[in-house]
């Protein structure tokens, strides 16, 4: 392993807190989403670091679980997005209240 | 004390001494303010039965050998217990009676004073007041209730100088009186503080007794004596305390005379007499009461030697004497010092009486005035005011002769000759100031409106306020030969030390050789034939101003409060008021505000904010677990 643990745990960490900013600072639906798979990403390439670290191929196949469950989100995310903007004609989260 | 006070005569006495007027007081103020002549009677009433008692004690006790104490457990804290009650000793049992005496013959003169006046029965409930404050204060057995009747006499007489409360300078003068009596008090309290601390208790008797100096080193004795000192100077208007007297003026003058003789400023004396031997453990301290006093004495001797108001020249003359007191109880004569403030009590309320009589008939405060419109023709105040005026200069056969030889007598036995030289200084002067108001009111010069003066006679209070004068003369003239019944009386005290009375055959004959000197000059100056009537200290300009502006004792206050109250401590406390009180209350309500502002983001629905919410706690909960 030529790139040390340390730096995959900063780059991991960095993602996520990106991930984290795009949730929640970004006012967008289709932006919230983005920043979930971010996040996802994030785990991944922490899960794909430690397999390498550990030399245990658990962690890799987790990761190719995470690609499908991430594949499949998306499409269903997206289809909810498109359909709540043909309901409201809005993709912004803060029109969204009527739970309130 | 409660189960058997019917059984002891001695503690009914006194029970019914001190509680009379302060029910007299509830009444007065309860039920009675409507009907003032009923107001007056109760107060009246109230005041001569703790006459009646106060004579009592003094006649059963005469012969007393060993002090009666009378205490209940008053508050009980833990293993501390505060004493309150009764006690009789010499002492006590004299200023007893002197103040029982002058209160009830003042209030039965101001039933002529006041008539008429739309606060009567508020100022007849002052008076009990004030008696009760001041006679509860002289039978107290502990420093501790003797401090709080201390503190209610300066509240009954703030009341009583600010009567008139609707004329702005009265209500001045009473704030003075208060504040600048408080300023000593704080010192007082100090010193008691310190007395406790050392000494576990307040015990009057215990401080004046000899365990004292086992448990307290010489120098905090003279710490505290110095401390409770200060009390002292700030009642009894002596230097530097000593201007709020002369302004206490504004209050009913029969208020004056109460205020001058038997209550407020004897309340100083009296506790240096109270705790005489506690004080005379620390020479040191003696020696600067010694000069306080004279200081004071001559100081106030100079200031009356050019005051024109009948009442601020009796008012200096209070300080002075008083100064004398100090001087001869500091001198280590215990008995002239309480003798002198006995006889002193008797003259000076009779002075203060008759110039209530002049200015109640003149509508005058001005000598001169009350001399050209014929105050000679007051037969009865002018006779006694003359008595009381000897007495006050010290010329035999009356009462303050004899007093006053005693203190010059007290003093001769110090070894520096220095303040022999002053207290002899002080008798000429006071013989001077005296006799030169006397002078000015029976000889005045243009006496044109004089044969329609006669005005006062025909006032109807006239012999109510008449009695009490020919009372108070009486006492003046006779007090003075039973000064070796009041010795013995003293002798009978323990604890006490017996001054040295040494032998000065040519002191009386110095002293009144004084004392007739200050007449003699009064009398070239302003009793002659043709004499201009102007003092030799009025014809010295700078000299004239200095007296007249009390040695700008005044304009320093006033300077120093400008210069440091105001703008040093008061300018910091406004900073601290602004910056720190005010902004940390802006800045408290400030962040309640934007928190309120922060937490309703969480309930405005919005998916973003909980999600940040969720992530926050996470984070949180992650720290709280893993590390």
């Known amino acids: 392993m030529i790139v040390p643990f340390n730096h995959v745990l900063i780059l991991a960490g960095l993602l996520f807190l990106m991930g984290i900013f795009c949730v929640v600072a970004r006012r967008s639906l289709i932006m919230i989403l983005l920043g979930v798979e971010v996040m996802l990403n994030a785990a991944a390439i922490l899960l794909v670091g430690a397999s390498l670290r550990w030399q245990n191929l658990d962690g890799q196949a987790i990761v190719l679980f995470v690609f499908a469950i991430a594949a499949a989100e998306v499409s269903v995310g997206l289809a909810l997005i498109v359909w709540a903007y043909r309901r409201t004609g809005s993709i912004n989260p803060e029109n969204y209240n009527i739970l309130k | 004390m409660i189960t058997n006070w019917l059984s002891e005569p001695s503690l009914t006495a006194a029970i019914l001494a001190t509680l009379l007027p302060f029910a007299a007081f509830i009444l007065i103020m309860v039920f009675t303010r409507k009907y003032p002549r009923l107001s007056a009677g109760l107060s009246i009433a109230a005041v001569g039965i703790s006459l009646i008692s106060a004579l009592f004690l003094l006649v059963r006790h005469w012969h007393l050998q060993t002090p009666l104490e009378y205490t209940g457990r008053w508050l009980l804290s833990g293993d501390v217990a505060v004493p309150f009650g009764y006690l009789l000793d010499q002492t006590s049992l004299l200023m007893l009676s002197v103040v029982a005496t002058i209160s009830f013959l003042v209030q039965v003169y101001s039933l002529g004073y006041m008539a008429g006046d739309a606060g009567f029965s508020r100022y007849y409930a002052c008076m009990s007041l004030f008696a009760w404050a001041m006679m509860s204060m002289t039978l107290s057995p502990t420093m501790l209730q003797l401090y709080i009747f201390w503190e209610l006499v300066g509240l009954a007489s703030y009341l009583l100088i600010g009567f008139w409360y609707e004329k702005f300078s009265a209500t001045e003068a009473g704030k003075k009186a208060f504040v600048m009596t408080r300023f000593g008090d704080v010192a007082f309290f100090l010193g008691l503080l310190l007395v406790l601390v050392h000494l576990g208790n307040l015990n009057v008797l215990e401080m004046n007794g000899p365990q004292v100096a086992t448990r307290m080193s010489s120098t905090y004795i003279t710490i505290a004596a110095l401390l409770i000192f200060g009390g002292i100077i700030g009642k009894s208007a002596q230097f530097p305390l000593l201007t709020w007297l002369p302004d206490a003026m504004e209050g009913p003058t029969p208020v004056s005379a109460l205020l001058h003789s038997a209550t407020m400023?004897?309340?100083?004396?009296?506790?240096?007499?109270?705790?005489?031997?506690?004080?005379?453990?620390?020479?040191?301290?003696?020696?600067?009461?010694?000069?306080?006093?004279?200081?004071?004495?001559?100081?106030?001797?100079?200031?009356?030697?050019?005051?024109?108001?009948?009442?601020?020249?009796?008012?200096?003359?209070?300080?002075?004497?008083?100064?004398?007191?100090?001087?001869?109880?500091?001198?280590?004569?215990?008995?002239?010092?309480?003798?002198?403030?006995?006889?002193?009590?008797?003259?000076?309320?009779?002075?203060?009486?008759?110039?209530?009589?002049?200015?109640?008939?003149?509508?005058?405060?001005?000598?001169?005035?009350?001399?050209?419109?014929?105050?000679?023709?007051?037969?009865?105040?002018?006779?006694?005011?003359?008595?009381?005026?000897?007495?006050?200069?010290?010329?035999?056969?009356?009462?303050?002769?004899?007093?006053?030889?005693?203190?010059?007598?007290?003093?001769?036995?110090?070894?520096?000759?220095?303040?022999?030289?002053?207290?002899?200084?002080?008798?000429?002067?006071?013989?001077?100031?005296?006799?030169?108001?006397?002078?000015?009111?029976?000889?005045p010069r243009q006496s044109g409106a004089e044969s329609e003066s006669g005005h006062g006679h025909d006032h109807g209070g006239y012999w109510v306020m008449g009695w009490p004068l020919i009372v108070l003369a009486a006492i003046t003239v006779l007090l003075g030969f039973f000064q070796g019944a009041l010795e013995a009386f003293f002798s009978g005290q323990q604890g006490i030390p017996v001054a040295g009375a040494g032998h000065h055959g040519w002191l009386p004959f110095a002293a009144i050789g004084l004392a007739l000197g200050g007449v003699l000059l009064a009398w070239l100056e302003f009793g002659r034939q043709g004499a201009d009537q102007v003092g030799f200290v009025e014809k010295i300009a700078p000299l004239n101003h200095l007296f007249a502006q009390r040695w700008y004792i005044d304009r320093f206050y006033r300077r120093f409060m400008d210069v440091f109250i105001y703008g040093v401590v008061s300018n910091l406390f406004t900073r601290n008021d602004k910056k720190v009180i005010d902004g940390g209350l802006d800045g408290l309500s400030q962040a309640t505000v934007e928190t309120g502002r922060l937490v309703s983001l969480l309930h405005r629905g919005m998916v973003q904010y909980r999600l940040l919410t969720i992530f926050v706690v996470l984070v949180f909960l992650g720290l709280y677990f893993f590390i």
């Open chain 2, 265 to 443: 400023v004897a309340a100083g004396v009296y506790l240096f007499g109270r705790l005489f031997p506690f004080f005379s453990q620390s020479a040191a301290a003696m020696a600067i009461f010694l000069m306080i006093g004279t200081v004071s004495m001559l100081l106030a001797s100079t200031m009356a030697m050019v005051s024109r108001d009948i009442k601020q020249v009796w008012a200096y003359s209070t300080i002075s004497q008083l100064g004398f007191m100090i001087m001869g109880l500091a001198a280590g004569s215990y008995f002239a010092g309480m003798f002198h403030l006995t006889t002193h009590a008797g003259f000076k309320a009779l002075l203060f009486l008759c110039a209530g009589v002049f200015i109640h008939s003149f509508e005058s405060n001005d000598m001169f005035d009350i001399g050209r419109q014929g105050g000679r023709r007051l037969k009865i105040p002018m006779a006694c005011t003359i008595i009381a005026a000897a007495a006050l200069a010290g010329l035999p056969p009356l009462s303050g002769f004899f007093s006053k030889e005693v203190i010059l007598g007290a003093l001769a036995e110090l070894n520096n000759p220095l303040w022999l030289a002053a207290g002899l200084l002080g008798a000429f002067l006071t013989a001077y100031y005296t006799f030169r108001l006397i002078f000015i009111i029976l000889f």
